[in-house]
């Protein structure tokens, strides 16, 4: 794997649409990595390639129904597809860190 990546979320505490969900790239020799939702399905549009600027660059989704969440990202510097899924409940928070 040529970059690193880390993801939060967290869930609000009233149930309602509120969710949020970061990508954070961190420094690395790939230029850009692609996000594929795979569900929910209303995310499939969110879907792309998200370029590594310098810095760290975030990839942020925010008004998150509480759900189950799945996606992958494909890092074309070693033809490496990295599959990641979470559930975002009332009250979530998490972090899945990748290097």
Known sequence: MAFSYVVTYTGDCS???????????????TTSVQ???????YLIPESRFITY????????L???NP??????????SDGQQ???QFTL???TTGTIITV
């Open 82 to 84: 990295y599959a990641q």
């Open 35 to 41: 996000i594929t939702w795979l569900s929910p399905q």
């Open 89 to 91: 409940t009332t009250g």
């Open 15 to 29: 149930g309602t649409s509120s969710g949020v969900f970061n990508l954070e790239l961190g420094i690395g020799p």
């Open 53 to 60: 600027a310098g810095k760290p660059t975030t990839y942020r």
């Open 67 to 76: 759900e189950f969440y799945s996606f992958t990202l494909f890092d074309p």
């Open 62 to 64: 925010e008004n998150l």
